[in-house]
């Protein structure tokens, strides 16, 4: 009974191991990247009757310490403006819905995909990039900071959560992923990122699969809608000014024509979704042309190509590009957005210089980890504790060290 039980629900009878039950969709594109073909784990490892490697590493991102502080971190607003606006979990989540809907469409490894766009913002430091910039110009002299090479780090070093190994151990395929979704690495590489290839290459000078470029566009899409939806939100621009804006104007004025006036929660939400259809369906299109034309018969053909296989039209390019730079001029260098991110700046320059004169101040764990006052090894881990910080635990060491308040 028990084994017939375990063959209708596909589990395993109780005290023996089957081996994975996963089957691949018959559908899968010849190009995606295939669990099967994986090429490991850095530290070898028993893998999952019921999982395949990614969905694990998908699984091990959600459950990290680095994901579960991304509740915390903004990206262009700062908390105490309110909770409507996204943090870097919520754009996380949104860039690895749309990234897992188009590698289905596009018969991909979903899981791949979800894993990398879960894992691409882990890197960041609190307020947004205001603080990476201030993180990085502090670091300078000990190489400067890159939230992507940090990322790298936490998932292969800093993460403390397996009594075997330091980091998640994740698959090769989707440690390519987080270093190279926006495509290869150009010299020179980021101290971290050269340091981890020399012991196990990435091929930085390669495409990375399909499925981590997917997720890099997807976080295009993700970014510009949520933006505008909380630019709109904030007051930072109104309705009519979308209306003449690349790429949102068109949709505005549809809606406005069939629905009329609406509350700005509707219009914001018809808006939000008829722009990431539109950017969604051209990414969709303008793939599936480049695949025509070039027929990648492996995920090693996508990686050997000479330029992107996934990508935007040039019209959809260049209407992404103008609404960008719309939404710079309007929300990211507010006075209201560019006051706030000045006094974030202060806090992590201030913050990195404290804690570089004085380890001491430093939780024991991580003081124990560092040499003398103001050398390399301190200066790296002073680096890596702030850029680990969420927003509210910055403002909160900030008072700790300083005695003193400060409002964003």
């Keep these: 009974m028990a084994s017939a039980m375990a063959a209708m629900t596909g589990n395993p009878p109780a005290g023996r191991l089957l081996g994975p039950i996963y089957v691949p969709p018959a559908a899968r594109a010849p190009f995606a990247t295939k669990p099967e073909d994986s090429r490991g784990r850095l530290y070898p490892e028993q893998e999952s009757a019921t999982r395949t490697c990614y969905q694990r590493d998908r699984d091990r991102v959600l459950h990290s310490t680095a994901f579960r502080r991304l509740k915390h971190k903004t990206q262009v607003f700062v908390q105490s403006e309110g909770d409507y606006y996204r943090t870097r979990m ?87 992923g987080l270093v190279k979704h926006n495509g290869p690495i150009a010299e020179p590489v980021p101290a971290p990122i050269a340091g981890f290839d020399a012991s196990w290459p990435l091929d930085l000078a390669t495409w990375p699969g399909l499925e981590a470029q997917i997720a890099a566009l997807a976080d295009d899409i993700a970014y510009l809608t949520h933006d505008i939806d909380d630019g709109l939100r904030a007051g930072l621009f109104g309705i009519d000014d979308l209306a003449k804006a690349p790429l949102a104007g068109a949709p505005v004025n549809a809606i406005r024509k069939r629905y009329g006036e609406l509350e700005l929660s509707r219009f914001i939400g018809e808006l939000v979704r008829t722009l990431i259809g539109a950017m969604a369906d051209d990414l969709l299109a303008e793939t599936g042309r480049i695949l025509s034309q070039t027929q990648p018969g492996s995920a090693a053909d996508v990686r050997a190509a000479r330029g992107p296989t996934a990508g935007f039209s040039p019209e959809m390019k260049g209407e992404v590009a103008a609404l960008r730079q719309f939404l710079f001029v309007r929300m990211y260098r507010h006075l209201r957005v560019m006051s706030s991110m000045d006094k974030a700046k202060m806090v992590v320059e201030e913050l990195f210089g404290a804690l570089s004169r004085e380890p001491s101040l430093l939780p024991s764990d991580w003081a124990a980890g560092c040499g003398q006052a103001g050398d390399v090894a301190t200066a790296r881990m002073v680096r890596d504790y702030i850029a680990g910080m969420t927003d509210r635990y910055a403002l909160q060491e900030y008072r700790r060290i300083f005695h003193k308040e400060i409002t964003l």
């Design 90 to 176: 919520t754009h996380s989540l949104e860039v690895a819905q749309i990234a897992r809907t188009t590698a289905r469409v596009l018969a991909l490894d979903e899981d791949l995909a979800e894993a990398v766009a879960l894992a691409h913002d882990l890197g960041h430091t609190p307020f947004g990039h205001a603080g990476e910039e201030a993180l990085a110009a502090a670091s300078a002299d000990i190489g400067g900071f890159d939230h992507n090479a940090h990322g790298l780090r936490l998932v292969t070093k800093l993460e403390h959560r397996y009594a075997a190994f330091d980091g998640l151990n994740l698959t090769w395929e989707t440690l390519e």
